[in-house]
Nanobody, 125 residues
Protein backbone atom coordinates (compact mmCIF):
# COMPACT_ATOMS: atom_id res chain seq x y z
CA UNK A 1 0.00 0.00 0.00
CA UNK A 2 1.39 3.37 -1.04
CA UNK A 3 1.08 5.99 1.64
CA UNK A 4 2.80 8.71 3.61
CA UNK A 5 2.24 9.17 7.30
CA UNK A 6 3.03 12.26 9.33
CA UNK A 7 3.88 12.30 13.00
CA UNK A 8 5.33 14.61 15.61
CA UNK A 9 2.63 17.23 15.98
CA UNK A 10 1.35 18.42 19.32
CA UNK A 11 0.82 21.33 21.64
CA UNK A 12 3.80 23.59 22.28
CA UNK A 13 4.32 26.98 23.85
CA UNK A 14 5.43 29.97 21.79
CA UNK A 15 9.17 29.79 21.24
CA UNK A 16 9.16 26.01 21.47
CA UNK A 17 10.18 23.38 18.94
CA UNK A 18 8.66 20.37 17.24
CA UNK A 19 10.04 17.79 14.85
CA UNK A 20 7.64 16.48 12.23
CA UNK A 21 8.38 13.27 10.37
CA UNK A 22 7.00 12.03 7.08
CA UNK A 23 7.45 8.31 6.55
CA UNK A 24 6.67 6.65 3.24
CA UNK A 25 5.60 3.09 2.66
CA UNK A 26 5.16 1.33 -0.65
CA UNK A 27 7.57 3.63 -2.47
CA UNK A 28 11.00 5.23 -2.07
CA UNK A 29 11.11 8.88 -1.14
CA UNK A 30 14.51 9.26 -2.87
CA UNK A 31 12.71 9.70 -6.19
CA UNK A 32 10.12 12.16 -4.98
CA UNK A 33 9.94 15.86 -4.33
CA UNK A 34 8.55 16.20 -0.82
CA UNK A 35 6.51 19.09 0.45
CA UNK A 36 5.22 20.10 3.83
CA UNK A 37 1.99 22.05 3.62
CA UNK A 38 -0.24 23.44 6.33
CA UNK A 39 -3.81 24.54 6.63
CA UNK A 40 -5.24 26.65 9.41
CA UNK A 41 -9.00 26.94 10.02
CA UNK A 42 -10.59 29.21 7.45
CA UNK A 43 -7.42 29.51 5.40
CA UNK A 44 -6.14 27.95 2.22
CA UNK A 45 -3.53 25.24 2.25
CA UNK A 46 -0.08 26.78 1.90
CA UNK A 47 3.35 25.42 1.15
CA UNK A 48 5.67 25.61 4.14
CA UNK A 49 8.79 23.86 2.91
CA UNK A 50 9.72 21.59 0.02
CA UNK A 51 12.79 19.59 -0.91
CA UNK A 52 13.54 18.56 -4.46
CA UNK A 53 14.74 15.17 -5.64
CA UNK A 54 18.38 14.56 -6.53
CA UNK A 55 19.94 17.91 -5.67
CA UNK A 56 17.87 18.39 -2.49
CA UNK A 57 17.28 22.06 -3.20
CA UNK A 58 15.03 23.41 -0.47
CA UNK A 59 12.32 26.03 -0.40
CA UNK A 60 10.86 27.82 2.60
CA UNK A 61 7.90 30.13 2.90
CA UNK A 62 8.98 33.61 4.02
CA UNK A 63 7.05 33.17 7.24
CA UNK A 64 9.20 30.21 8.34
CA UNK A 65 12.64 31.06 6.93
CA UNK A 66 15.31 30.79 9.56
CA UNK A 67 13.02 28.83 11.86
CA UNK A 68 12.16 25.63 9.96
CA UNK A 69 14.54 23.14 8.37
CA UNK A 70 13.60 20.34 5.99
CA UNK A 71 15.85 17.35 5.45
CA UNK A 72 15.88 13.81 4.09
CA UNK A 73 16.89 10.62 5.84
CA UNK A 74 16.92 8.22 2.92
CA UNK A 75 18.01 5.29 5.04
CA UNK A 76 14.74 5.63 6.97
CA UNK A 77 12.67 6.65 3.93
CA UNK A 78 11.76 9.74 5.91
CA UNK A 79 11.65 13.50 5.48
CA UNK A 80 11.86 15.63 8.59
CA UNK A 81 10.64 19.16 9.23
CA UNK A 82 12.41 20.63 12.23
CA UNK A 83 10.47 23.59 13.56
CA UNK A 84 11.93 26.03 16.06
CA UNK A 85 10.89 29.38 17.54
CA UNK A 86 7.29 28.43 16.96
CA UNK A 87 4.66 31.16 16.92
CA UNK A 88 0.90 31.03 17.43
CA UNK A 89 0.56 31.79 13.71
CA UNK A 90 2.16 28.42 12.98
CA UNK A 91 -0.90 26.65 14.39
CA UNK A 92 -2.36 24.44 11.66
CA UNK A 93 -2.69 20.91 10.42
CA UNK A 94 0.56 19.99 8.72
CA UNK A 95 0.53 17.66 5.74
CA UNK A 96 3.31 15.80 3.99
CA UNK A 97 2.99 15.28 0.25
CA UNK A 98 5.06 13.56 -2.42
CA UNK A 99 5.44 14.18 -6.15
CA UNK A 100 7.43 11.89 -8.43
CA UNK A 101 10.53 13.46 -9.89
CA UNK A 102 11.57 17.09 -9.99
CA UNK A 103 10.26 20.42 -11.20
CA UNK A 104 7.65 20.92 -8.52
CA UNK A 105 7.23 23.89 -6.29
CA UNK A 106 5.58 24.59 -3.00
CA UNK A 107 3.06 26.89 -4.70
CA UNK A 108 0.98 24.18 -6.34
CA UNK A 109 -0.13 21.57 -3.84
CA UNK A 110 -2.42 20.01 -6.46
CA UNK A 111 0.67 18.74 -8.28
CA UNK A 112 1.52 16.41 -5.42
CA UNK A 113 0.29 12.86 -5.78
CA UNK A 114 0.49 11.30 -2.34
CA UNK A 115 -0.78 12.99 0.79
CA UNK A 116 -0.80 12.05 4.42
CA UNK A 117 -3.74 12.66 6.74
CA UNK A 118 -1.99 15.44 8.55
CA UNK A 119 -0.74 16.13 12.05
CA UNK A 120 -2.02 18.93 14.25
CA UNK A 121 0.42 21.57 15.47
CA UNK A 122 -0.89 23.96 18.10
CA UNK A 123 1.24 26.80 19.43
CA UNK A 124 -0.32 28.34 22.49
CA UNK A 125 0.54 29.43 26.00
Amino acid sequence: QVQVVESGGGLVQPGGSLRLSCVASGFTLDYYTIGWFRQAPGKEREGVSCISVGDDITYYADSVKGRFTISRDNAKNTVVLQMTSLEPEDTAVYYCAAALGSGYTCYKPYEYEYWGRGTQVTVSS
